[in-house]
T-cell receptor, first 116, second 115 residues
Framework: DARVTQTPRHKVTEMGQEVTMRCQPILGHNTVFWYRQTMMQGLELLAYFRNRAPLDDSGMPKDRFSAEMPDATLATLKIQPSEPRDSAVYFC??????????????FGPGTRLTVL | AQTVTQSQPEMSVQEAETVTLSCTYDTSESDYYLFWYKQPPSRQMILVIRQEAYKQQNATENRFSVNFQKAAKSFSLKISDSQLGDAAMYFCAYKGTSGTYKYIFGTGTRLKVLA
């Protein structure tokens, strides 16, 4: 049963600390998405990649957030320095990007981040 | 720009009954995809059903079916024989086909299932 995996599932940190969230997309998927979910803003798209290349990161605060795909099996989202307003659930999703299912996104379980 | 509207913040249904969740969208594109995702208390986003706009036939997945009205830009989700496990937030999402992989999500509808 292919799934998107995310680590850590929960993270509590103090303001100013660096936070790194990791995502393993479904094997063979070539599109990867990072979302943030809060009560106030709902689901926000932060960035997405196709074939490891960033296509759009306009939803991401550039001064403190960065997203990368070091290889096809790993996507990372970093926050440095973290702030209390970054507290949210961060989701990674992947999609095949081709074939009959090309437009479907499959979500990971999320990382719940709390910044004190 | 495309928009997705879910006008029902919360709905309730009696177990074993049928409920319909509403979703409307606005777009100038003629071809696109529509999705319903379920988010239970575990927070996992689960794909429920998808519809291609060029298909006139409404998609179905077991107890879940959609009423897709392209001219009215409406995409409602019907849940038949509701079960306690159906209690969740339900999000409607739109994806265009003009060179983007982005989804536009609605604000969600919280469904409560009453025993």
């Amino acid at each position: 049963d292919a799934r998107v995996t995310q680590t850590p599932r929960h993270k509590v940190t103090e303001m100013g600390q660096e936070v790194t969230m990791r995502c393993q997309p479904i094997l063979g998927h070539n599109t990867v998405f990072w979302y943030r979910q809060t009560m106030m803003q709902g689901l926000e798209l932060l960035a997405y990649f196709r074939n490891r290349a960033p296509l759009d990161d306009s939803g991401m605060p550039k001064d403190r957030f960065s997203a990368e795909m070091p290889d096809a099996t790993l996507a990372t989202l970093k926050i440095q320095p973290s702030e209390p307003r970054d507290s949210a659930v961060y989701f990674c999703a992947s999609g095949p990007g081709r074939g009959a299912d090309t437009d479907t996104q499959y979500f990971g379980p999320g990382t719940r981040l709390t910044v004190l | 720009a495309q928009t997705v509207t879910q006008s029902q913040p919360e709905m309730s249904v009696q177990e074993a009954e049928t409920v319909t969740l509403s979703c409307t969208y606005d777009t100038s594109e003629s071809d696109y995809y529509l999705f319903w995702y379920k988010q239970p208390p575990s927070r996992q986003m689960i794909l429920v059903i998808r519809q291609e706009a060029y298909k006139q036939q409404n998609a179905t997945e077991n107890r879940f079916s959609v009423n897709f009205q392209k001219a009215a830009k409406s995409f409602s989700l019907k849940i038949s024989d509701s079960q306690l496990g159906d209690a969740a937030m339900y999000f409607c999402a739109y994806k265009g086909t003009s060179g983007t992989y982005k989804y536009i999500f609605g604000t969600g509808t919280r469904l409560k299932v009453l025993a």
